[in-house]
């Protein structure tokens, strides 16, 4: 079984995961890795920090001479942009649209800081390296992975000039901006996941981890909301046969049932604009209950772009999941014999 955890804080020393259940004898390239957390890093918008953290991963366990040995690794991530937490000024007017007020209620603390040092989208950086980790796993029996941003702001990234435009507008009126982006996974073998248990179903896993990531606020696969508008004969994706089966369309996006149906497996989701603001919304001190403007804090204008990559890397890791699950084994040899 594939599982891991991740810790660390935005402004503390580093990001951690610990990863268990990777075969033994998988060839990991840090570079590859690497250059995901990089790709998370650019993009339209990106905030001043990106120019200070120059991610790259540290395997401390798990591998060695670049194989895993069946061991549980561990990755790290180390962060340039530390704070002195005992000297930093406490933040008490919580940001609408964070976790900033439903944190300090859920665990009593009198300081916004201790909500959003975790709840911040840098956690996502730890968890990209863990998705192109088992991203590598999936490259070896030949699954690829690939994401694109649809859209930001309403407008089509076709649209370069319009959309740098409207980016700078919003940049310089102190507000943000989201989008959709959409994932494509390709050569998944068909039956990964499950119609027998609910929490097994590859759609239901898949949305959970996609909507786990920071900003999320919808996803859709394949044809999505659109088939509330079509008719069943307009939504099914018919089957024929020659030499192996086939189809014609993919309105499903390669799930049905729960399970991959052999087709690309295609997801959307929706990045809401970022909620904090240059130009605050209104809130209320949590100390003083009087109304004052929602906390300052430094951010991006538009990360659909990052997004992506880390939703990319996400969808990776629940499709390792379920192939490990369907063709498992501790070693590369053992699975490839299954598969």
């Known amino acids: 079984m594939l599982r891991f955890l991740t810790a660390g804080e935005s402004h503390g020393q580093k990001l951690t995961a610990i990863i268990e259940g990777m075969p033994a004898g998988l060839n990991i390239d840090e570079a590859l890795i690497n250059i995901e957390l990089e790709k998370r890093q650019s993009g339209f918008g990106r905030g001043p920090r990106?120019?200070?953290?120059?991610?790259?991963?540290?395997?401390?366990?798990?591998?060695?001479?670049?194989?895993?040995?069946?061991?549980?690794?561990?990755?790290?991530?180390?962060?340039?942009?530390?704070?002195?937490?005992?000297?930093?000024?406490?933040?008490?007017?919580?940001?609408?649209?964070?976790?900033?007020?439903g944190g300090v209620l859920k665990y009593g603390f009198d300081d916004i800081t201790m909500v959003l040092e975790r709840a911040s989208a840098r956690e996502t950086a730890i968890r990209t390296a863990v998705g192109s980790i088992a991203a590598q796993l999936l490259k070896h029996f030949h699954i690829t992975l690939s994401s694109r941003v649809i859209e930001i702001g309403g407008i089509s990234v076709e649209s370069q000039d319009k959309l740098l435009e409207k980016i700078n507008m919003v940049t310089e009126s102190g507000d943000t901006l989201g989008g959709i982006f959409e994932v494509t996974v390709k050569n998944a073998p068909p039956g990964l996941g499950s119609f027998v248990h609910y929490d097994r179903k590859l759609d239901?896993?898949?949305?959970?981890?996609?909507?786990?990531?920071?900003?999320?606020?919808?996803?859709?696969?394949?044809?999505g909301f659109a088939l509330s508008k079509k008719l069943g004969s307009e939504s099914g994706d018919e089957i024929y046969y020659d030499k192996g089966f086939y189809r014609t369309s993919n309105h499903a996006g390669g799930i049905e049932g729960g399970m991959s149906n052999g087709q690309d497996i295609i997801i959307k989701a929706v990045m809401k604009p970022i909620p904090t603001l240059k130009t605050p919304l209104q809130s209320v001190d949590i100390h003083t209950?009087?109304?004052?403007?929602?906390?300052?804090?430094r951010s991006d204008v538009c990360a659909v772009?990052?997004?992506?990559?880390?939703?990319?890397?996400?969808?990776?890791?629940?499709?390792?999941q379920s192939f490990i699950e369907q063709f498992g084994g501790d070693c590369i040899l053992d699975i490839e014999n299954a598969y």
């Open 289 to 297: 209950k009087k109304a004052v403007n929602a906390a300052k804090i």
């Open 50 to 101: 990106m120019k200070i953290e120059k991610d790259k991963v540290n395997i401390t366990s798990g591998l060695i001479n670049g194989f895993t040995i069946g061991s549980p690794m561990t990755i790290e991530i180390l962060n340039k942009d530390q704070y002195d937490f005992s000297i930093r000024e406490q933040v008490t007017t919580p940001r609408p649209g964070h976790a900033d007020l």
């Open 204 to 223: 239901g896993r898949l949305a959970a981890s996609i909507m786990s990531i920071q900003g999320i606020k919808g996803i859709e696969i394949g044809d």
């Open 305 to 320: 772009h990052a997004a992506s990559i880390v939703g990319e890397n996400a969808v990776a890791w629940v499709l390792a």
